[in-house]
């Protein structure tokens, strides 16, 4: 069995409430959902039972032959947890030829087969949810509530999976001329490849392979190299549920395995979630080798609040949406535009700020968890320093944090910047960590310009009463998800995950339809069966002179 933590799940907390509403209630707060591990016939890819990483490739959970290593450590702790391998060329070689050598059979696998086969994995997902967030509690270090709002966040999109085939149709039109009919059919790539981030380590996987397996294509797949666990222990699951051998394999690495995925020439597709430098160098690369790209890059999601929102309703908002999994998720509010100033909701700001509960991820009551890595608390404490030295009021401080029994933790306390302006560096750089940036605006027109006028354009959010102002923030904004008194408005997969601008490379975006369409090719069929009477006589339609006889 796993040797993970098994404290057991506390009440959700304030911040995963605030964060998730009506999913916290019907899920996260309602205690275990089942606790029994099940392995496959291979060797369990328990990282802290085997102390390594395993690789997938062809269907076995193998340990790597290489001589480089990367120790995959608690962030609450700094404890090693699992020694993750960077794979040999040679066994990167063998998972994409795996791939290439089970396309041909998977993808005249019927659709309601595969389908059934997401059925099973959705099912045995649930029944491990609890190892799957404990495994992601200690190698990520978000709380237990937050791990589990990881799993169900990617299990969604598994269930949209089971779903898959309406939106593989194609087209058809009868009698495009005489005889002749037009039909479209959507067709899979072949061998598609997912480069994960650290921050969600089950979700992220969850919005990448189930689509494009289910849509006919193998895939191979890159976890983070800081928290692989979870995305091995869901291709356990997946191979159980009865995806077979070489339909997904699991490669492990850094910079070395990424350019191998840019560009070896059997990988048709690319989907990438992470930094914009990673975004942009893998966009470029990879599009340069002809592959087709989906990179979700980084952002700056701001929320415009306006002078007639309910003060203590928004700051709790606000407060959950930028502190809660420790600030780090590329739809976390990060800037938070006052208009009319920031006034009254201030002290609501500071008391549900200060009220957050700052420890390891599976303690009891924990609100805001360890960042990543020692060197993501440093880059978040100079943030905070550089803002300060800029201009910034610094309301409440998390730098320096000392947390009882985790004092080797990477942790940030939540902090609150004021009278921020668009030329610090507080505001310009994605933090990635518990702080919030405020900023003051005189009118909604105001706001809507500064916020237009940030590079990025993932996601924002205006608190208001007014349907008119919000109509008006909906219809101007140039960001691609926008919520209205709802501050992370990630949309279920039935939709797309549609980040604008400078917070997404490609035209055709993650899950959904959109996703369907990244990992398919439209080809389009033109036939032409006249009947006897029809035929005799008839020249090819637009070809008077140039056809011949039919």
Not at 118 to 140: G, H, P, R, V, Y
Not at 150 to 159: K, Y
Not at 328 to 341: K, P
């Amino acid at each position: 069995m796993l040797r993970l933590l098994t404290a057991v799940l506390p009440e959700a907390s304030r911040a995963t409430r605030a964060q998730y509403g009506p999913i916290c209630s019907r899920f996260v707060c309602a205690g275990s959902a089942g606790t029994n591990r099940h392995f496959a016939s291979q060797p369990a890819p328990s990282p802290a039972e085997s102390r390594t990483t395993k690789m997938l490739i062809k269907g076995e959970f193998r340990d790597s032959e290489t001589s480089d290593w990367v120790e995959v450590k608690n962030p609450a702790t700094q404890e090693v947890v699992s020694r993750m391998p960077i794979i040999t060329n040679k066994e990167f070689e063998e998972a994409v030829q795996a791939a290439k050598d089970a396309f041909p059979a998977w993808r005249r696998t019927p659709v309601p087969h595969r389908q059934r086969i997401m059925f099973k994995f959705q099912q045995l997902i649930k029944e491990n949810m609890d190892s799957l967030a404990a495994n992601i509690t200690q190698e990520q270090g978000k709380t237990l509530a937050d791990a589990k709002g990881d799993v169900f966040r990617g299990l969604e999109v598994v269930e949209y999976s089971c779903n898959l085939a309406p939106d593989l149709m194609g087209e058809y039109i009868e009698g495009v001329s005489t005889g002749m009919d037009t039909y479209s059919i959507k067709q899979p790539l072949g061998v598609c490849a997912g480069i994960c981030p650290f921050n969600f380590p089950a979700m992220i996987p969850l919005w990448m392979f189930p689509v494009a397996v289910t849509a006919g294509n193998t895939f191979v797949l890159k976890p983070s190299e800081k928290d692989p666990g979870a995305a091995v222990m869901l291709a356990d699951l997946a191979q159980q549920a009865g995806l077979p051998k070489g339909v997904l394999n699991i490669v492990h690495g850094t910079k070395d395995v990424v350019n191998n995925i840019l560009d070896h020439p059997d990988i048709k597709a690319v989907s990438f979630v992470g930094s914009n430098a990673a975004g942009r160098y893998i966009s470029e690369r990879a599009s340069a080798n002809g592959k087709r790209v989906q990179a979700n890059k980084g952002a700056k999601n701001h929320a415009v609040i306006m002078p007639d929102a309910n003060p203590e309703a928004t700051a709790s908002a606000l407060v959950g949406a930028s502190m809660g999994a420790a600030g780090q998720r590329c739809m976390a509010i990060s800037a938070a535009v006052f208009v009319g100033g920031i006034g009254k909701y201030k002290e609501a700001l500071l008391s549900k700020a200060r009220d957050l509960k700052v420890s390891a991820g599976h303690e009891p009551g924990t609100d805001v968890g360890p960042v990543i890595t020692r060197e993501s608390k440093k880059r978040v404490e100079d943030l905070i320093e550089i803002g300060i030295k800029q201009g910034a009021q610094c309301d409440l401080d998390g730098r320096g944090i000392k947390v009882q029994d985790y004092e080797d933790g990477n942790f940030v306390g939540p902090t609150l910047l004021t009278n921020v302006k668009p030329d610090m560096d507080c505001y310009n750089e994605e933090i990635f960590g518990p702080v919030l940036v405020c900023l003051e605006a005189d009118t909604l027109d105001e706001a809507i310009a500064l916020v237009n006028a940030n590079p990025h354009g993932n996601g924002t959010a205006i608190f208001t009463k007014s349907g008119p102002a919000a109509r008006k923030y909906q219809n101007e904004i140039e960001v691609g998800m926008v919520g209205v008194n709802v501050p992370i408005p990630v949309p279920l997969p039935f939709f797309s995950f549609t980040g604008w601008r400078g917070s997404f490379d490609g035209d055709l975006h993650m899950y959904g339809k959109a996703g369907v369409q990244f990992f398919t090719n439209t080809k389009t069929v033109t036939t032409n069966w006249k009947s006897a009477d029809e035929a005799i006589g008839t020249k090819a339609p637009g070809l008077a002179g140039v056809g011949t006889d039919l």
